[in-house]
Structures are given as C-alpha cells and as structure tokens.
C-alpha cells in the first residue's frame, strides 16, 4: 500500500488548501452579503473544485500558501541548530605527528547534513502514515459503497418509473425548452412516490413530475416549475453534483468541505431562481415565490438521492425567498466587482506557495550561518576592546588546499588545538590577523556565553601565545533540554532501511552508547554542492563515518559523522579517530581499514594505542573495516587530551606483528 502514500499526502494537501478557499469564501460571503450578485455566489465554489481536482498549481509570490512553509511543493531545508553553531565535535583527529605520512589528508569531521536530510522520519512516521492511509481508503470504501447502494436503489425506481402521457406538461416543456434555449432531447417521466419535481441523468437528461401536479398548479405555476428543474440542466448542474458527491467520498473526512458543497448547493438553487425571474422578468418574483410555498404544502422539503429539485430543506427556502423577493435587473449578470473578486482568490488561493531552488536555499543558509558568526565575533571582540574593522578574517578552505605551506599548516594546526577544547554548544572558532600578518587572535565563544581569546603569533610557525576569557552574550543555539526522549541505537530494521533509503554499502556498523555508527566510502562527485565546498579537489573518495540515534518514536536522526581522504592505494592500513558531543550523548571511536588484502588474510587481533595508557584489542573475524569504541569516561579523557591515538598494531593468530603503525611511517 506504500504506493499510494504519496496520492494520499497530495489527497490531504489539497484537502487543507480547499477548507482554506472555503473558510475565505464564507467569510466573504457574510461580510459582503447582498452587494454580491447572485451569479457570483454560485460561481465562485468552482474555486473550491478547481483546488480539489488540479494536481499543478504554478507557484507564485503572492500566493496565501506562502505564509505556511507545509504547503511547500518542495522539501524545506533549513540549517540545523548544530549547523548554526558549527559545534565542531565530530572532527576527525589525525594521527600525524613528527615524520609519520597523513593516513587521512586532513578533512575535518564535518556536521553537514546527509543527502537525504535530517533528521529522517522513518519507522513510526511511515507506520501512522500508512496507518492514516488506511483508514481513508476504509472510509472511501465505506462512503463509495453507499454511494452504489442508493444508485443501484434509484436506477430500479427509474424503470418503474411510466413516461409521462399529459399532454399540457409535455407541451410546457417544450415551450421552456425553447424558451431557455436547452437543446438535446428530454425524457419525462411521471413518478408516484416523488412529491416535488427535479432532473437527474449526465449524458441523457430526466425530468421526474410526480403524477397529478398539472392539477395541484396553474398553467402559469406549473411553467415556473418546469423553468427552475431545466434551468438546473442548462446550468449542468447534474454534472456539479455528480463530482461533488465523488469529492464527498474522497474528501469524506474533511468536515469543511461537506460544509462547502452544502452551501454550493444552496447557492445553485438561488442561482437557478435567479435564472428564472431573469427570463420571466423581475416583476413575477412575488409569484415564483408563492409556488414554491404551495408545493412545500404537499412535497417533501428534501430532494431525493441522484436528483436535482426545486425543493430544499425549511432554512434553505427561507433565505431562497428573500433572494427572490430582492430580485431585480442585473441580479443574475456579471459586474465588475464579482468578477475581479473572483480573479483575485484564484491568484491568491489556487498557486501553490513559492519554493526555494536548492541553489537559493543553501544561500540562505549560509548568509543566515555568516550573520550568526559575525554577531559572535563582534561580541567576542567587545568584551577584549578589539576592532575588526582593524583585523583581516582568516577563510579557512583556502588552508586545506595550501598545506604544504608552513604558514597555512600551522595555522590550521593553532585552530584544530583550539577545537579541541570545545565542548556540545561551543562556537566554532575564528580566526583573524593583524596587518602586518605576523600576530592575531583566534575569538571562540562557549555554549554558556563565556568568551575567549587566543593572541597568536608567527615564529617559524604560528602558536598560541596567550589566552584570555571574559564573560560574554549566551548566543549558541543549543537545545538544552530534549525532554523525556530517550536515544538509543538502531535497530537492526531502522538500520536496513536507513541504508536503502540512503543508497548505503556500509564497510563496518557498529553500536556505541545511544549510537549506531556507519563507515562507509563516498564519491566527492556524489556529495552534495555544499558538501563539496569543504572537500578539497585533490580528494576524489572519501571515507566517512554517520552517527545515527533512534528516539523512542522511531525517528532516525543523523548527528553528523567524520570524514577523510581514502588513501587505500597508498598506505597498507587507513587509521584515524572520531568522537563528538551532542544532546543525544558523548562518543569516542577509531576506525580501521585493512586495504593490503595479505595483511587481512593473516591478521587476527588489532591493538589501538591511545594516549593515556588507553588500548583496546579487537578481533578481525577476516573483516577488512573496523570501528573501535572507547568508553565513555575514556573518551571524554581522549577529548581532552587532543584525541591522540598514537599507535595501531595488528597481530596474527600467534602474536606475531604483521603491522606495526610507529615502525611502519619510519620506512
């Protein structure tokens, strides 16, 4: 049934925009009344229908559906809170100190979101949404199968129904036919258990008269009537009805829309008076309104299933006769005022709400990241008596692409130091030089509003010389508090369909704390163009790790990862650690690849080495890909203490050393 997910998510868009359209039509009904001619009360409810049935409505500024980011025909994207801040907590620490070669080249750990969004609504979501789903193609059934048993019941009645053989009503109706210009032929029927007149048929028109009314009404009442059930056909009105009881049944829990067809219906009967008095003239209301009071004396006040009649229930007829005692010349003629009131609600209320492209979006985002940042930094700045406008800001991309120059490489090196110490809410740091380009600061602001200030300095190299705080302006956008939502790694059906959704063939998944962490390799070409810009040319694979948590609803949610250079064609065994904070908890990791495949078919053990005196042991079960979890409480160690992982050695069954990290680099 999943296929039909996305017609039911369009059923229910539509559905809401057209109680919308309903709700503004009412209320300009009741607020401008009678100035509108009658004409215009009828016509204007095919707004309604147009909304219900046009699958495309172009987008356009000035539509109401601008102001309800739902009514989005595109995926609203939006940076995340931990994008805003850049908190910086899933950087990839390298292992590259001293001679040793750069397993990893250098990307930091990035928090951008996947391609697919974040968070990702999956299993409960997907579960009330075929749920819903369900439950509308029930009460679809349910209406529809009414709907057949009353047809079939009407169809049964019509056969028994005899043509009409009084020759004054067919003669009358051939009059009224002409006389409304209604071509086509149209059979008469005489009914015994119909008390009022009406019309029914799509393609081949009935007007049902119910036995003996050519002597209950005058020649003259009798022309009025055989008028308004014609006038119903030259309106085609029965084709109207026919679609809104199918829209009835699609739409059948939208209790605005039963409402809005109700009031069409009204509307049309009054329409069809009005069409009458304009053909009968202005001075007959009083007249036309006297023959319907005479059959409300006799006929049934509500029109029978699958016919369109004269009568309506007792509400509805006294407001029909006031229209009819108001009537005058022009009643039924377009003016000026119904038409463009007209023009203007489907300008406004039948386009769609504009979407921004993806291009523009991603803009947005980081004109709104670029503000934020500059209001930090100009906070940071205030409480040390600095003056950027003196200063030169540092962009960071540039240096990625620069390495090899001292200067750019110790310089990312000063602001890696500084990114250590940063905790779940800090702000990234940022980095600006004074004129002469030999000495600045690096301003980073804590989650708790907390400033600090890193004087830097270049001597063969650039190093932190200094470091000041001072208390400052809370700005992070940090959720403190998730409520009673717990998190928890996914399950192993989260996790298969989060890969295929994904498109993901993970190399390792592993379960840490409230996390479920995939490493995988991507393309550079396949990542996103905001992606991109963080990933250096040079890089064409990459590896990267996700970290996924599950809250009690189900809900997947993507909270960032870490990435690299994958340098599998140059170095036997690719090694790096990752870790991060967030409000879904602390994590700490070291990923493996064995790329020599004889190095994988003896290797038995792998031993990480951390700083500390930290060193965990893992089995290799002839896997080729690892993530090895730390503790908690050793992580946060680690994270204090830069992250080091300082050696990797893999063994075979025997203890012999097949890879040793530290021995390996000296060759």
Not at 181 to 195: A, F, M, P, Q
Not at 435 to 452: E, F, P, R, V
């Given at each position: 049934?999943?296929?039909?997910?996305?017609?039911?998510?369009?059923?229910?868009?539509?559905?809401?925009?057209?109680?919308?359209?309903?709700?503004?039509?009412?209320?300009?009904?009741?607020?401008?009344?009678?100035?509108?001619?009658?004409?215009?009360?009828?016509?204007?409810?095919?707004?309604?229908?147009?909304?219900?049935?046009?699958?495309?409505?172009?987008?356009?500024?000035?539509?109401?559906?601008?102001?309800?980011?739902?009514?989005?025909?595109?995926?609203?994207?939006?940076?995340?809170?931990?994008?805003?801040?850049?908190?910086?907590?899933?950087?990839?620490?390298?292992?590259?100190?001293?001679?040793?070669?750069?397993?990893?080249?250098?990307?930091?750990?990035?928090?951008?979101?996947?391609?697919?969004?974040?968070?990702?609504?999956?299993?409960?979501?997907?579960?009330?949404?075929?749920?819903?789903?369900?439950?509308?193609?029930?009460?679809?059934?349910?209406?529809?199968?009414?709907?057949?048993?009353?047809?079939?019941?009407?169809?049964?009645?019509?056969?028994?129904?005899?043509?009409?053989?009084?020759?004054?009503?067919?003669?009358?109706?051939?009059?009224?036919?002409?006389?409304?210009?209604?071509?086509?032929?149209?059979?008469?029927?005489?009914t015994d258990n119909r008390k009022s007149p009406s019309v029914c048929g799509l393609i081949h028109p009935k007007l049902l008269m119910p036995a003996g009314i050519g002597t209950q009404l005058t020649y003259a009442e009798l022309e009025y009537v055989i008028l308004h059930e014609l006038a119903h056909?030259?309106?085609?009105?029965?084709?109207?009805?026919?679609?809104?009881?199918?829209?009835?049944?699609?739409?059948?829990?939208?209790?605005?829309?039963?409402?809005?067809?109700?009031?069409?219906?009204?509307?049309?009967?009054?329409?069809?008076?009005?069409?009458?008095?304009?053909?009968?003239?202005?001075?007959?209301?009083?007249?036309?309104?006297?023959?319907?009071?005479?059959?409300?004396?006799?006929?049934?006040?509500?029109?029978?299933?699958?016919?369109?009649?004269?009568?309506?229930?007792?509400?509805?007829?006294?407001?029909?006769?006031?229209?009819?005692?108001?009537?005058?010349?022009?009643?039924?003629?377009?003016?000026?005022?119904?038409?463009?009131?007209?023009?203007?609600?489907?300008?406004?209320?039948?386009?769609?709400?504009?979407?921004?492209?993806?291009?523009?979006?991603?803009?947005?985002?980081?004109?709104?990241?670029?503000?934020?940042?500059?209001?930090?930094?100009?906070?940071?700045?205030?409480?040390?008596?600095?003056?950027?406008?003196?200063?030169?800001?540092?962009?960071?991309?540039?240096?990625?692409?620069?390495?090899?120059?001292?200067?750019?490489?110790?310089?990312?090196?000063?602001?890696?130091?500084?990114?250590?110490?940063?905790?779940?809410?800090?702000?990234?740091?940022?980095?600006?030089?004074?004129?002469?380009?030999?000495?600045?600061?690096?301003?980073?602001?804590?989650?708790?509003?907390?400033?600090?200030?890193?004087?830097?300095?270049?001597?063969?190299?650039?190093?932190?010389?200094?470091?000041?705080?001072?208390?400052?302006?809370?700005?992070?956008?940090?959720?403190?508090?998730?409520?009673?939502?717990?998190?928890?790694?996914?399950?192993?059906?989260?996790?298969?369909?989060?890969?295929?959704?994904?498109?993901?063939?993970?190399?390792?998944?592993?379960?840490?704390?409230?996390?479920?962490?995939?490493?995988?390799?991507?393309?550079?070409?396949?990542?996103?163009?905001?992606?991109?810009?963080?990933?250096?040319?040079?890089?064409?694979?990459?590896?990267?790790?996700?970290?996924?948590?599950?809250?009690?609803?189900?809900?997947?949610?993507?909270?960032?990862?870490?990435?690299?250079?994958?340098?599998?064609?140059?170095?036997?065994?690719?090694?790096?650690?990752?870790?991060?904070?967030?409000?879904?908890?602390?994590?700490?990791?070291?990923?493996?690849?064995?790329?020599?495949?004889?190095?994988?078919?003896?290797?038995?053990?792998?031993?990480?080495?951390?700083?500390?005196?930290?060193?965990?042991?893992?089995?290799?079960?002839?896997?080729?890909?690892?993530?090895?979890?730390?503790?908690?409480?050793?992580?946060?160690?680690?994270?204090?203490?830069?992250?080091?992982?300082?050696?990797?050695?893999?063994?075979?069954?025997?203890?012999?050393?097949?890879?040793?990290?530290n021995e390996w680099t000296k060759n």
């Amino acid at each position: 049934m999943s296929f039909l997910l996305p017609v039911f998510q369009w059923v229910l868009n539509v559905s809401v925009m057209a109680g919308i359209l309903t709700i503004v039509i009412i209320l300009l009904k009741l607020l401008l009344g009678n100035k509108l001619n009658v004409k215009w009360h009828s016509w204007v409810w095919f707004l309604v229908m147009i909304r219900l049935l046009v699958p495309y409505a172009p987008e356009t500024p000035f539509s109401v559906f601008n102001l309800w980011g739902f009514f989005s025909g595109a995926p609203n994207y939006t940076m995340s809170e931990q994008q805003i801040n850049l908190i910086d907590n899933s950087g990839s620490a390298q292992n590259n100190g001293g001679n040793q070669p750069d397993l990893h080249n250098g990307v930091i750990g990035t928090t951008l979101p996947d391609s697919s969004g974040s968070p990702n609504s999956t299993n409960t979501h997907d579960f009330y949404l075929l749920l819903f789903c369900a439950v509308w193609l029930a009460g679809i059934a349910g209406f529809g199968f009414l709907t057949l048993v009353k047809e079939r019941k009407f169809i049964r009645e019509l056969k028994n129904y005899r043509p009409c053989a009084d020759e004054k009503i067919l003669a009358l109706c051939a009059s009224c036919q002409c006389r409304l210009g209604l071509s086509g032929s149209l059979v008469i029927l005489e009914t015994d258990n119909r008390k009022s007149p009406s019309v029914c048929g799509l393609i081949h028109p009935k007007l049902l008269m119910p036995a003996g009314i050519g002597t209950q009404l005058t020649y003259a009442e009798l022309e009025y009537v055989i008028l308004h059930e014609l006038a119903h056909l030259k309106r085609k009105d029965t084709a109207v009805y026919f679609l809104i009881s199918i829209m009835q049944i699609i739409h059948w829990f939208n209790p605005v829309l039963w409402v809005a067809f109700s009031r069409w219906r009204q509307d049309s009967e009054i329409a069809c008076d009005a069409y009458v008095l304009s053909k009968i003239g202005a001075n007959h209301s009083g007249d036309y309104g006297r023959v319907i009071i005479k059959l409300l004396e006799n006929c049934s006040r509500k029109n029978a299933y699958g016919t369109v009649g004269l009568l309506g229930r007792k509400s509805q007829i006294q407001r029909r006769i006031t229209m009819i005692s108001l009537f005058g010349k022009g009643s039924y003629k377009w003016s000026v005022l119904s038409v463009a009131l007209i023009l203007v609600l489907g300008a406004v209320l039948l386009t769609n709400a504009q979407t921004m492209n993806g291009e523009d979006t991603a803009d947005a985002a980081l004109k709104a990241y670029e503000s934020h940042m500059l209001d930090v930094d100009k906070d940071i700045a205030g409480s040390f008596q600095l003056s950027l406008a003196d200063l030169k800001k540092v962009d960071e991309q540039p240096l990625y692409d620069q390495q090899e120059e001292q200067s750019d490489s110790t310089l990312l090196g000063v602001l890696s130091q500084v990114r250590r110490t940063l905790d779940y809410g800090d702000i990234k740091p940022s980095a600006y030089l004074k004129q002469d380009g030999q000495s600045g600061y690096i301003l980073q602001k804590k989650a708790d509003g907390t400033n600090h200030l890193y004087t830097i300095a270049y001597k063969q190299g650039w190093a932190i010389i200094k470091t000041d705080s001072a208390p400052g302006q809370k700005m992070s956008k940090v959720i403190d508090e998730i409520g009673d939502k717990v998190y928890s790694p996914l399950t192993e059906a989260q996790l298969n369909q989060y890969l295929a959704e994904n498109k993901i063939s993970p190399l390792a998944v592993q379960n840490i704390g409230n996390f479920t962490v995939v490493l995988d390799k991507v393309k550079r070409e396949d990542k996103s163009d905001q992606e991109k810009n963080i990933v250096p040319e040079n890089i064409s694979t990459l590896i990267e790790t996700r970290r996924l948590t599950a809250d009690q609803d189900g809900n997947i949610i993507h909270d960032g990862g870490g990435g690299g250079n994958d340098n599998s064609d140059i170095v036997p065994v690719s090694i790096g650690v990752s870790g991060g904070s967030s409000q879904y908890g602390r994590i700490m990791y070291a990923r493996v690849i064995i790329n020599d495949s004889n190095l994988s078919k003896d290797a038995d053990r792998i031993t990480c080495y951390y700083a500390n005196n930290i060193t965990t042991t893992t089995p290799v079960d002839n896997q080729k890909a690892f993530i090895i979890p730390l503790p908690q409480e050793k992580a946060e160690l680690l994270r204090q203490e830069a992250r080091k992982l300082t050696n990797v050695i893999i063994s075979d069954k025997n203890g012999k050393v097949l890879f040793d990290q530290n021995e390996w680099t000296k060759n």
